[in-house]
Every structure is written in C-alpha cells, then in structure tokens.
C-alpha cells in the first residue's frame, strides 16, 4: 500500500474512535448507554439498521455474488420490505408498551421471567456467532489489502471498536453507523466508477453474458433466488431478524416514538435495496473489466480489486470504507449483547435498578463479549461460502424458532412451559436442517438428509417458525387433553 492509503485510513480511524469517544460523555446511566435516552432521530436510526444488518458482509460477500452470477439477489429486498411491513404493524406496538428495554421482555410479560431468559439465552448465543462471523469477514479485506495475517486483522478491527463502543454507548454506536454508511457507500461508488472505467465497453459485455437480470420466475425449493423463494423467504427473514433480534429492535426502541420506529424500519428495506445494487453492480463490474480475477473465490474478488487496480487515495478510501462497515456490525453487536446480558439477567438475577451500577456492570459485559467475539472469528476458517450466506445461515438457526414464539405469544391458550419447549426444539431441529450436508455425509447419505441439505436457505425461516408453532401449539394441546382427562378421572372416582 502506498504511504497517502495509510494516511486515509490512519486519519479515518482516529476519527471515528475520537468521534464515538466524544458522543459518550456525560453518560449518566443504562439508559442512556443502552437506549440513547430514547430520544434518537428516526433517519439515524435508519441508516443504524442499515449499517447493522449489512456492513462488512455487503461490502465483501455481494461483490462476489454479482461476479460469479447476477443481479437475482436484488429479489430479496422485496421479501424483506414485505416483511418490514409486517414487524411495524403487528410486533412494534407492543414494544412501545410501557418502558422496554430488550425484545425479549415481551414474552416475559406473556410467559414470566423464564420464557425471557430462554429467548434472550438464543438470542446471545445466535448473535455472537453471526458476529464472529462478520468480524472474519472484515478480516479479509484488510489482510488482503495490508498484507496483515488474518489474526491481527482480527485484532485491529475489534480493539478500533471496542474504544467508542465502551465509552459511547449506543448514541455514538448509531452516529458513527451514520457516518460510517456514509463513507462505504462512498467507497463503493467510487469503485464501481473505477471498475467501469476499466471494462471494455463498460457494462456492455456483462448485459450481453446475461449478468444483469434481476428477475427469476423459476419456481424451486433448492435454487435460493428464484422470486417466490427470494421474497417469501425475504419476507420471513426480515420479519424475523427487526422484530425479534434484539441487534435491531434496541435501535427502534431508542426513537422517539412508535411512528419514528415504523418509519425508520420501514424505510431501512428501501436504502438496503439501494446498498445491494450498488455492490452488485461493482462485482459484475469487476468480472467486465478484470477477467483474471474469475478463478478467485467470491469474497476476494473486491478486495483482490481495489488491492490491484485501484489507484493510491482511493485505495485509502475503499480501506476505510471496508473498515467502516467491518467496525460498524461489530459494534452494534457488542451493544446489543451487552444490553441483552445486563437486562434479561444481571438486573433481574441481582435485582439491581440503579441505573448508574447498571451502566458499570453494561461495560463490563461489553468488554467481556468483545473478547468472545474475536476468539469466534480467530477460531473461523471457512471460505467455501460467501460469509454473507454463512453468517444469515447461522443467524436462521434460530430466527424461526424465535418468530415462531413471538408468533404463540398471540394464542391464548399456549403455556410458558409450551413456548419454551418450542423454542428450544425448534432451534434444534433447525441446526439438523441448516447442517444437513455434513451430517449427511457423516452419516453415509441418508435420501432425507440429502433432501434437507439441497433446501435453499432463504426457507430455513419459514421452516423454524412453522416447526416452532406446531410444536407449541401441539404441546399446549396434549396438556390441555391431560387436564381434561384427569378432571373426567377425578369426577368419576368422586362420584363412585
């Protein structure tokens, strides 16, 4: 790299941990660490959402999907809209119920302080492992471009963050999201005007290879972007992920009101189609104009790129960008833990209310998750898969079973003992579909397991919520018949 892209990127990342530094003065309690007082614009709180639920993995894995295919991948917003829709009418006024601080006090107020733990316990172990995936992810770029090994990639990225994450809370978390969106998009724009520059004819060549079709109507259950599959499954996924991820749902809770939540949730489906497009668009771009690239694996196609072809300061500007979205996604993730860890157990376990111990214990818990992330991302070494399906693979383990329980919230008759032991065996039976194709080889091929292992993934959702509510409402139907059957015993022996 040339001494002016360690100087952008050097400057950028000294701005940003000075930045999210200076928004965490005077922080005065948990609320104000975990819910920015509640008073956060809805348009920040968009572009947070944004920022959260893509950041590195957009910025590294979508290039790659439009170079090795096409533009089907955009079907997926759509599905995602759709469900966005839902989450704001159906789920959101119950979070603006009283004074909620994570998700999962919902179905503590149905069920008890049990079924609460349960969800929040998925939720925990869930998110740090699509987290640890994500801080991999923005490894890979930053090795690429730097030449660092992946650990001290690793490193650089989780200590950047941990600074302003520690201190700020989540206002600077959302501000610094704003900011950093702001600038990989920027850098995105700016290399997909590089790479257009460079291909012969422009995108000519990848409309006439047939890279630019967005649209197919193939109906399967194995091919992940045909329409149906992409926007069903969309639906369900976003459904999901920004109404009963915590990740999300903090940052909707942290607006000013019920309309500001709707309108930045809704809003967000909007911009991350935008944010797809444009990174598509660079990695057909990149296959135009760099056909020596086409034997690479997908995740290292951008990097690979902006690594060779792209001249010095915008190098640094694309390397801040990369950093920008990998710091972005592991510092909401660290809030969110940490905010999950200190309401859904500390406070209630040790039946602590003073907002300022609390506050002590969140940062505590945030440095405590920091270090488990980077030992998950240390410990991750696939690149078979983009890390972008890996990481929404690993988050739908558990992403149906818990839309599945907030789903049974609503049937009056569901216990928490029902809710609980359809969460956990919906989550269950959710790692044997997801990890279908190593068990099936493990396991000499059985003809169900090669069945499960060829399901595309954007219907992991859809399954766990159908799988989750069946087994509730079964549960809560056998104990209903095991009520009924032992009063009818007790009668009859009254009455002898």
């Not at 991948?73 to 599905?79: D, E, H, K, R, T």
């Not at 792209?310 to 950093?323: N, S, T, W």
Request: charged share 10%; hydrophobic share 55%.
């Amino acid at each position: 790299m040339h001494a002016l892209d360690w100087l952008v990127a050097a400057a950028y990342l000294g701005g940003v941990v000075g930045f999210g530094t200076w928004l965490g003065r005077r922080q005065r309690g948990a609320t104000d660490y975990f819910l920015g007082r509640r008073d956060l614009p809805w348009w920040a709180v968009l572009v947070s959402v944004v920022a959260t639920e893509t950041s590195a993995l957009t910025v590294i894995s979508v290039p790659g999907i439009g170079f090795h295919g096409d533009l089907t991948f955009l079907q997926l917003p759509i599905g995602y809209t759709f469900g966005r829709i839902g989450v704001a009418w159906l789920l959101l006024p119950g979070y603006f119920r009283g004074e909620i601080t994570t998700a999962y006090e919902v179905l503590g107020r149905r069920w008890g302080a049990p079924a609460r733990r349960a969800a929040s316990a998925v939720f925990l172990l869930t998110r740090a492992l699509a987290t640890a995936v994500r801080l991999f992810a923005g490894a890979i770029p930053l090795a690429v471009i730097t030449g660092w090994s992946y650990p001290a990639s690793i490193l650089a990225v989780a200590a950047a963050t941990v600074v302003y994450t520690y201190v700020g809370g989540l206002r600077a978390v959302v501000w610094v999201d704003v900011l950093q969106w702001s600038i990989y998009m920027l850098a995105g724009a700016a290399a997909l005007a590089a790479a257009i520059h460079l291909a012969p004819g422009g995108l000519a060549l990848a409309a006439e290879a047939g890279k630019l079709r967005v649209f197919d109507w193939r109906i399967s259950l194995t091919a992940p972007y045909t329409f149906g599959t992409a926007v069903l499954g969309g639906a369900f996924l976003s459904a999901a992920s920004h109404g009963t991820d915590h990740l999300i749902v903090q940052r909707l809770l942290a607006t000013r009101s019920i309309g500001a939540a709707r309108a930045a949730l809704i809003g967000s489906g909007v911009v991350v189609a935008c944010e797809f497009t444009l990174f598509l668009l660079v990695g057909v771009a990149i296959w135009a104009a760099v056909p020596g690239l086409r034997g690479a694996a997908g995740d290292e196609v951008f990097p690979g790129f902006v690594a060779a072809h792209l001249p010095p300061l915008l190098r640094g500007l694309v390397l801040a960008g990369i950093l920008a979205a990998a710091m972005g996604s592991t510092a909401s993730a660290l809030n969110s833990l940490a905010s999950a860890t200190t309401h859904d157990y500390y406070a209630p376990l040790r039946r602590e209310t003073d907002e300022g111990r609390l506050l002590r214990a969140g940062r505590l818990f945030t440095l405590a998750w920091a270090a488990v992330l980077v030992v998950g991302a240390l410990l991750f070494r696939s690149r078979e898969t983009p890390v972008v399906i890996v990481a929404l693979s690993v988050a739908s383990l558990t992403y149906g079973a818990l839309l599945g329980t907030f789903a049974l919230a609503r049937v009056a008759r569901v216990r928490g003992r029902d809710a609980i032991l359809a969460l956990v065996a919906g989550s269950l039976l959710m790692t044997v579909v997801v990890f279908a194709a190593p068990l099936a080889g493990a396991l000499g091929h059985p003809a169900w397991l090669d069945a499960l292992a060829r399901l595309a993934w954007l219907w992991y959702v859809p399954v766990g919520m159908l799988v989750t509510m069946a087994i509730g409402l079964g549960s809560s139907l056998a104990g209903s018949t095991g009520v009924r059957a032992n009063r009818r015993t007790a009668e009859a022996g009254h009455g002898a």
